[in-house]
Structure formats: structure tokens, C-alpha cells
């Protein structure tokens, strides 16, 4: 069927490609009207479209199966783009297959389990459709470079990975948490364009535009984003959907990079990320630390203990001072640091004894 709009290729370059559409394919009207107003968008190279969907609760909207790949497909017809879905099973690839998705993506919670990437490899054999890894939802760079070898294996060359952001052990203004410096290092170790799907890093539409830009000053090859013909009715992520009319917007408001400029920002990004994860660590480890102190303050102050206790004090200082050392730190570096770190504890005891704070 010939359609009017811009004329794209089925298998677009992965460099500055936005892939865009709703989380789930909801219905053929949801998805006719998303995919043609996405088609008016030029930067726009390919229409997602979720058709089965890995649910945490299993009584919400798991996906349309079959049907939505004949809605999808339709808006493909409809509008030239080409379509890409998510495959967790080999069924899943078949009915990809036979409904003419140009593209395939793994999800995260698929690429954890390695038994699951081997059968998606083996059902793939002897295509070369393109497929995008996503990242584990673990934070585990092994998995995820594990499930490209078993898919390079197979045969298949055109691969490519999503980066959407890992689960973390505490509360962040972030969905799933980006840690840049794991995707980097990906693509430090594996030649691989990297998209980097911010609606899923981000879980909420205020942070898409700084998180695309960071993505982009990285030197992302792409972005996926979810876009909803009306988001807040969406029946599966609604609250990180935008209208293809945000998204022209987001775009018109992002500043794309030549790569090479991207390269020594990129290098060092990554180890900024590290170093940021490890300082958002420390001080977590410290608000934990001095909690624990005034818990031992409460219970000297019940006691009748005094706070400075300097036999197991200078004792602690010495096994930390040789531990450090096996380590390569300086003896000064950790006097420096667990004086300080004492100090404080002392202090906060010795307030707790003449009653003027609790530990809580
Ligand atoms: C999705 O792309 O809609 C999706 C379920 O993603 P992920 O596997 O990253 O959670
Ligand atoms: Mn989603």
C-alpha cells in the first residue's frame, strides 16, 4: 500500500536513529493514530510497539499477542515506518517473523536468564534480523556481553545495545538507574551502537529531556522513546509516555553531537559515573555508621560507659592503618580519614550523654 509519508529505510543506519511508539500496542486505533503522527516526525526511523508484555503482577495488561501484530503491521503499511517488538520467546519470533517486524529487541528481564537468550539465538538462526539487546535488570555487564556472544554465535551481525537503566539498592529520582559507565564500558569492549531508551532510565516524562541530552553528550547512537497518542490512558507505562507532539518538541530541544567530539567526553563520563556511584556509596555508608554510634551512645549513656573508649580505639585505627596498606592506601590517608570520621562519632556521643539529641 503506498502511504504519503516520508519514504524510510526498513533498515536504517544506527547512528542518530530515534525509535519511538507506545510501550504496548493497546488497539488498532492506538496504534494507527501513534504511528501516523510519528511518521510526520523526519528523525523519527522506527515505530516500537510492545506486543507481549513482561508484567511484574500478573493480573495487569500483558499485551495483545497476535492481534496487536496485525495492528502493528498495519501501521507499518500505514506509514512506512518500519516496526520493531519486543521477542522473549521462541513463539514470540515466530510471530514476529511471519508478521514482518523489521526489527527485534530482548528485554531486560530476558537477557538475565541465559537459558531464554539461547533459545531466542537458536529460533533466530539463520536470519539476519537486526536485534537490540537490552541490559539486564541487574547491573551484571557480563550478562549482558554473554547475551551478544550467544546471539554473534548464531550468526547473526546486526546487533545493537539498549541501555535502560539498572535496578538499584536505593531510592533514586530515577525509574531504573543509568550508571553510564556499565553501557561505556560495553561499547569500549564490543564494536556495537548503543541506543539508549530514556523512558525506561527515567520512568517519568520530567527527566527525558536532561537524560536524553546526557545520553547524547555520551555519544548515544540513538535514542527509544515512548510516545502514546494520548499517554495518560496508556495501559502500560503511562506515567514516562509523552504525545508524538512532545516528542517533536523534546527533539527540536536536543543538541546532537558528532561522535568524535563525543569520544573524550564520553571516556571520561564513564569514570565520573564511577566515581559518583562510589561517593553516593561512602556517604550512605556513613549516615549508617554514625547511626550505629548513637546507638552505642544510647546504650553507653544506659550504661554508665564513658564515650571514648581509647584501648579499642587505637586498636581499630591500627588494623584499619594495616589493612589499608594491603590495599595501597597511605597510613596517612586512613589517619586522616577515621580521625575524622571518630571525632565526629565522639562528638555525636557525647551530645546524646548530656541528653541534648536522641539517636533518632
Ligand atoms: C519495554 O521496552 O516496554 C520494556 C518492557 O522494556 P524493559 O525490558 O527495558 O523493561
Ligand atoms: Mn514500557
Same mark, same amino acid.
Given at each position: 500500500?503506498?502511504?504519503?509519508?516520508?519514504?524510510?529505510?526498513?533498515?536504517?543506519?544506527?547512528?542518530?536513529?530515534?525509535?519511538?511508539?507506545?510501550?504496548?500496542?493497546?488497539?488498532?486505533?492506538?496504534?494507527?493514530?501513534?504511528?501516523?503522527?510519528?511518521?510526520?516526525?523526519?528523525?523519527?526511523?522506527?515505530?516500537?510497539?510492545?506486543?507481549?508484555?513482561?508484567?511484574?503482577?500478573?493480573?495487569?495488561?500483558?499485551?495483545?499477542?497476535?492481534?496487536?501484530?496485525?495492528?502493528?503491521?498495519?501501521?507499518?503499511?500505514?506509514?512506512?515506518?518500519?516496526?520493531?517488538?519486543?521477542?522473549?520467546?521462541?513463539?514470540?519470533?515466530?510471530?514476529?517473523?511471519?508478521?514482518?517486524? &523489521? $526489527?527485534?529487541?530482548?528485554? *531486560?528481564?530476558?537477557?538475565?536468564? !541465559?537459558?531464554?537468550?539461547? #533459545? =531466542?539465538?537458536?529460533? %533466530?538462526?539463520?536470519?539476519?534480523?537486526?536485534?537490540?539487546?537490552?541490559?539486564?535488570?541487574?547491573?551484571?555487564?557480563?550478562?549482558?556481553?554473554?547475551?551478544?556472544?550467544?546471539?554473534?554465535?548464531?550468526?547473526?551481525?546486526?546487533?545493537?545495545?539498549?541501555?535502560?537503566?539498572?535496578?538499584?539498592?536505593?531510592?533514586?529520582?530515577?525509574?531504573?538507574?543509568?550508571?553510564?559507565?556499565?553501557?561505556?564500558?560495553?561499547?569500549?569492549?564490543?564494536?556495537?551502537?548503543?541506543?539508549?531508551?530514556?523512558?525506561?532510565?527515567?520512568?517519568?516524562?520530567?527527566?527525558?529531556?536532561?537524560?536524553?541530552?546526557?545520553?547524547?553528550?555520551?555519544?548515544?547512537?540513538?535514542?527509544?522513546?515512548?510516545?502514546?497518542?494520548?499517554? &495518560? $490512558?496508556?495501559?502500560?507505562? *503511562?506515567?514516562?509516555?509523552?504525545? !508524538?507532539?512532545?516528542?517533536? #518538541? =523534546?527533539?527540536?530541544? %536536543?543538541?546532537?553531537?558528532?561522535?568524535?567530539?563525543?569520544?573524550?567526553?564520553?571516556?571520561?563520563?564513564?569514570?565520573?559515573?564511577?566515581?559518583?556511584?562510589?561517593?553516593?556509596?561512602?556517604?550512605?555508608?556513613?549516615?549508617?555508621?554514625?547511626?550505629?554510634?548513637?546507638?552505642?551512645?544510647?546504650?553507653?549513656?544506659?550504661?554508665?560507659?564513658?564515650?571514648?573508649?581509647?584501648?579499642?580505639?587505637?586498636?581499630?585505627?591500627?588494623?584499619?592503618?594495616?589493612?589499608?596498606?594491603?590495599?595501597?592506601?597511605?597510613?596517612?590517608?586512613?589517619?586522616?580519614?577515621?580521625?575524622?570520621?571518630?571525632?565526629?562519632?565522639?562528638?555525636?556521643?557525647?551530645?546524646?550523654?548530656?541528653?541534648?539529641?536522641?539517636?533518632?
Amino acid at each position: 500500500m503506498a502511504n504519503t509519508y516520508i519514504q524510510r529505510s526498513v533498515t536504517p543506519a544506527l547512528t542518530n536513529i530515534i525509535i519511538a511508539g507506545p510501550c504496548s500496542v493497546e488497539s488498532e486505533a492506538q496504534i494507527l493514530a501513534t504511528a501516523q503522527a510519528l511518521a510526520e516526525i523526519p528523525e523519527v526511523k522506527m515505530l516500537r510497539g510492545g506486543i507481549w508484555k513482561p508484567r511484574t503482577r500478573p493480573d495487569a495488561f500483558e499485551g495483545s499477542g497476535e492481534q496487536g501484530l496485525v495492528w502493528l503491521r498495519e501501521a507499518k503499511l500505514a506509514t512506512g515506518l518500519p516496526i520493531a517488538t519486543e521477542v522473549a520467546t521462541p513463539e514470540h519470533v515466530e510471530l514476529a517473523l511471519k508478521y514482518e517486524v &523489521d $526489527a527485534l529487541w530482548i528485554g *531486560a528481564r530476558t537477557v538475565v536468564n !541465559p537459558f531464554s537468550v539461547q #533459545q =531466542l539465538a537458536d529460533a %533466530l538462526r539463520g536470519t539476519d534480523i537486526p536485534v537490540f539487546i537490552k541490559n539486564p535488570v541487574s547491573p551484571d555487564l557480563n550478562l549482558w556481553l554473554g547475551a551478544f556472544e550467544r546471539f554473534q554465535k548464531v550468526g547473526l551481525t546486526r546487533l545493537a545495545a539498549i541501555h535502560r537503566g539498572f535496578a538499584y539498592y536505593k531510592e533514586t529520582p530515577y525509574r531504573n538507574y543509568p550508571m553510564w559507565e556499565i553501557p561505556i564500558e560495553l561499547t569500549r569492549r564490543l564494536n556495537v551502537p548503543l541506543i539508549t531508551d530514556v523512558s525506561h532510565i527515567c520512568g517519568n516524562r520530567e527527566l527525558l529531556q536532561s537524560t536524553a541530552q546526557k545520553a547524547l553528550d555520551l555519544a548515544t547512537d540513538g535514542l527509544m522513546i515512548e510516545c502514546h497518542i494520548n499517554p &495518560d $490512558a496508556a495501559l502500560t507505562d *503511562a506515567k514516562q509516555q509523552i504525545t !508524538p507532539e512532545e516528542l517533536k #518538541q =523534546l527533539l527540536v530541544s %536536543l543538541t546532537f553531537r558528532s561522535k568524535q567530539s563525543c569520544n573524550v567526553e564520553r571516556d571520561l563520563a564513564g569514570l565520573r559515573g564511577e566515581i559518583d556511584d562510589i561517593d553516593s556509596e561512602l556517604l550512605q555508608l556513613l549516615a549508617r555508621r554514625m547511626e550505629v554510634s548513637a546507638q552505642i551512645g544510647e546504650y553507653k549513656k544506659r550504661n554508665n560507659v564513658t564515650v571514648v573508649q581509647m584501648d579499642r580505639w587505637k586498636k581499630i585505627l591500627a588494623d584499619h592503618v594495616a589493612t589499608g596498606e594491603e590495599m595501597g592506601l597511605s597510613p596517612i590517608l586512613i589517619n586522616k580519614v577515621f580521625e575524622a570520621i571518630h571525632q565526629a562519632s565522639i562528638e555525636r556521643q557525647g551530645r546524646i550523654m548530656e541528653n541534648e539529641e536522641d539517636s533518632h
